[in-house]
């Protein structure tokens, strides 16, 4: 069976789980469905994915605050409601704002 998820509730419940967790950060994999992975990551204010590789292919949207994107070939900043595709290269992830991603990917 499909679930229908709540996305704006799930960005609640994931960042007050972020301000509970030790180094600011919950995440669940939503979508699992191969090659297809979707998963909800919050990120407080000045947490960070520290630097790691890139699926074959992935994007994200930001559901709620402000992200830098960092890579090799460029930062980019992110907004609400913005979406962008990963660079095919190692990368992180710091929040400047607390913040709510939706975070698409295709396995190899």
Same mark, same amino acid.
């Given at each position: 069976?499909?679930?229908?998820?709540? !996305?704006? *509730? &799930?960005?609640?419940?994931? %960042?007050?789980?972020?301000?509970?967790? *030790?180094?600011?950060?919950?995440?669940? $994999?939503?979508?699992? +469905?191969?090659? &297809? @992975? =979707?998963?909800?990551? *919050? /990120?407080?204010?000045?947490?960070? /994915?520290?630097?790691?590789?890139?699926? =074959?292919?992935?994007?994200? !949207? $930001?559901?709620?605050?402000?992200?830098? &994107?960092?890579? $090799?070939?460029?930062?980019?900043? &992110?907004? =609400?409601? +913005?979406?962008?595709?990963?660079? =095919? +290269? @190692?990368?992180? !992830? %710091?929040? /400047?704002?607390?913040?709510?991603? %939706? /975070?698409?990917a295709v396995m190899a």
């Amino acid at each position: 069976m499909t679930t229908t998820y709540d !996305l704006p *509730a &799930l960005a609640d419940e994931h %960042l007050a789980a972020a301000h509970r967790d *030790a180094h600011g950060r919950s995440a669940e $994999v939503l979508v699992r +469905e191969d090659p &297809l @992975r =979707q998963s909800v990551i *919050a /990120l407080t204010e000045g947490s960070a /994915l520290e630097e790691h590789n890139t699926p =074959q292919a992935a994007t994200l !949207l $930001v559901l709620r605050g402000r992200v830098r &994107l960092t890579a $090799v070939s460029g930062d980019a900043e &992110l907004a =609400q409601n +913005e979406l962008r595709a990963i660079p =095919q +290269e @190692r990368h992180g !992830l %710091l929040a /400047l704002t607390d913040a709510v991603v %939706l /975070l698409t990917a295709v396995m190899a």
